[in-house]
Nanobody, 114 residues
Framework: QVRLVESGGGLVQAGGSLRLSCRAS????????MGWYRQAPGKQRELVAV???????NYADSVKGRFTISGDNAKKTVYLQMNSLKPEDTAVYYC????????WGQGTQVTVSS
């Protein structure tokens, strides 16, 4: 069984910063990639950023230049540094990791006030 534990969400004013962390534990031998998705009320879940085990990254256009994803494959941990936050970044942020299968965290709330 694989467990993902997320932390770092919260309430911040527009222009502020937050850092999300997600650590995977359990029966997962190898990670091919890790990432973050988000879901705002009334909207579909969307990709925020992903990083592969080779270090390649991909970002949603809406967060490019503001968010940075990084990962430690040995620790099975992925981070998301979020700067210059905007009210439209408000959402539940979900960690996702994958090897043979995809695994999801429980989500952490990020609220950006104007």
């Amino acid at each position: 069984q694989v467990r993902l534990v997320e932390s770092g969400g919260g309430l911040v004013q527009a222009g502020g910063s937050l850092r999300l962390s997600c650590r995977a534990s359990g029966s997962i031998f190898r990670l091919n990639g890790m990432g973050w998705y988000r879901q705002a009320p009334g909207k579909q879940r969307e990709l925020v950023a992903v990083i592969t085990d080779g270090g390649s990254t991909n970002y949603a256009d809406s967060v490019k230049g503001r968010f940075t994803i990084s990962g430690d494959n040995a620790k099975k941990t992925v981070y998301l540094q979020m700067n210059s936050l905007k009210p439209e970044d408000t959402a539940v942020y979900y960690c996702n990791v994958w090897g043979v299968n995809h695994y999801w965290g429980q989500g952490t709330q990020v609220t950006v006030s104007s």
